[in-house]
């Protein structure tokens, strides 16, 4: 296949499903090339900067942000993309996109909203990513939200209960037909595991609380590893870190692009339709650098996102918004006046679901530091409200 063609089965331009909202096309630039560029600047995408994968903002410069991950996961994505003929700035879109809805203080903050919004219809930041795009952007007089593509749409929806699907109309329609999405979106999804698997690890080196002593009973680390260390056996620590990572990541690239290739042959999908009706997604890893991959995934879990100084900042990180929900929720006067006039507004058609609703936006969309500087406002005697 020649460089930067696209494959017959990728998503194109022309045939995109198009937008909720109509809009003219672009002039210079494709459909999907405009959802990225509106992902780019929204409000949202900015404010990644300041919310964190494993450690919290304040714990140190060089640890990885929401942005930073999201960078790294369309970096990957491009380069696969480009390697299967499928559509790179779709991938890039979707990559960029697929943390918008995402908490400060990542999965503990996701944790503690969802049991704070248990009795209103739960939390999700793969939902909440969907609805910032949707509604809660506010850049374009026309409409609310970016107005993205249902091809960008899609990929950010990666996972959908029946009851949430029934609720979305067509976005929600393949989660009640047991479809697939795009190539392109099944893609973004698997960069997604990629980068923040094997990014964890030097985030984790880094931090001290894992150790190369203990990647050592890693096969899909230790393997690179002792090849880079008989390469370069002068070179210093962090370089051998970062060329084992950059070699592990390589590996499962090349796998994926290797057994995809292998799937869509077997397949022959027409087109993106013809993907989505499948049972089961084509872009994957083989099985033998998934049994790779999902052990350096149970090393994390247990080395890592349990270690006691994570859990005490979790449990910490938790509290926090638990208090900022609650106090919040019962006196909605605590909110900037925009916020306050949207949830006595959605109260009105919505009781206290939609008050609350509004409430889990408002908390989803903070960063680390903008929602620790809120609570040591609203609960610490010794700050000015």
Same mark, same amino acid.
């Given at each position: &296949? ?29 459909? !999907? ?15 990644? #900067?300041?919310? %964190? ?6 714990? =140190?410069?060089?640890?990885? %942000?929401? #942005? ?45 909203? *969802?049991?704070? &919004? ?7 930041? *793969? ?5 910032? #795009? ?38 929600? $329609?393949? !989660? ?7 190539? @392109? ?7 997604? @595991? ?9 985030? =984790? ?22 090849? #880079? ?14 060329? %084992?990572?950059?070699? &592990? ?39 033998? +650098? ?21 859990? =005490?900042? %979790? ?12 106090? !919040?929720?019962?006196? +909605? ?7 306050? *006039?949207?949830?006595?507004?959605? @109260? ?14 408002? +908390?989803?969309? &903070? ?16 700050? $000015?409200?």
């Amino acid at each position: &296949m020649t460089p930067g063609t696209l494959a017959p089965y990728a998503a194109h331009d022309a045939t995109s499903r198009g937008r909720r909202y109509p809009e003219a096309p672009p002039e210079f630039r494709g459909e !999907f090339q405009r959802d990225r560029d509106r992902i780019v600047h929204a409000n949202a995408f900015r404010r990644l #900067v300041y919310k %964190t994968q494993v450690f919290v903002n304040h714990e =140190g410069d060089l640890y990885r %942000t929401r #942005v930073t991950h999201s960078l790294e996961v369309a970096q990957i994505g491009r380069t696969i993309a480009a390697a299967l003929g499928l559509h790179e700035t779709l991938t890039e879109a979707i990559c960029l996109a697929h943390d918008l809805g995402h908490t400060p203080f990542g999965h503990a903050g996701q944790d503690a909203l *969802n049991e704070c &919004m248990r009795e209103y219809g739960g939390f999700e930041h *793969n939902l909440q990513s969907l609805r910032v #795009v949707d509604l809660l952007e506010e850049r374009y007089a026309e409409f609310p939200g970016l107005n993205l593509t249902f091809e960008t749409r899609e990929g950010i929806l990666k996972h959908c209960s029946a009851n949430n699907a029934r609720e979305l109309g067509d976005i929600g $329609e393949r !989660f009640l037909r047991r479809e697939q999405p795009g190539l @392109e979106a099944q893609l973004a999804n698997l960069a997604d @595991e990629i980068a923040y698997n094997n990014h964890d690890v030097d985030d =984790g080196l880094r931090s001290g609380l894992i150790d190369l002593a203990q990647l050592q009973d890693v096969a899909l680390f230790a393997v690179e590893y002792r090849a #880079v260390l008989a390469r370069y056996p002068q070179a210093t620590p962090r370089r051998l870190t970062h060329e %084992t990572i950059r070699r &592990m990541i390589n590996r499962i690239v090349i796998d994926v692009i290797t057994t995809t290739r292998a799937r869509i042959a077997a397949a022959q999908p027409r087109d993106i339709d013809a993907v989505r009706r499948l049972s089961s997604p084509l872009v994957s890893m083989s099985d033998e +650098v998934r049994a790779l991959h999902l052990e350096l995934k149970r090393f994390l879990n247990e080395n890592l996102y349990r270690h006691d100084r994570v859990i =005490g900042m %979790t449990t910490k990180s938790r509290r926090v918004l638990r208090e900022l929900f609650e106090a !919040f929720l019962a006196d +909605v006067n605590l909110l900037p006046a925009e916020h306050r *006039n949207a949830a006595l507004e959605a @109260e009105t058609t919505g009781g206290v679901a939609g008050r609350a609703r509004v409430v889990a936006d408002y +908390v989803a969309g &903070m960063t680390d530091r903008f929602a620790l500087g809120e609570h040591r406002r609203l609960f610490d005697p010794d700050v $000015e409200a």
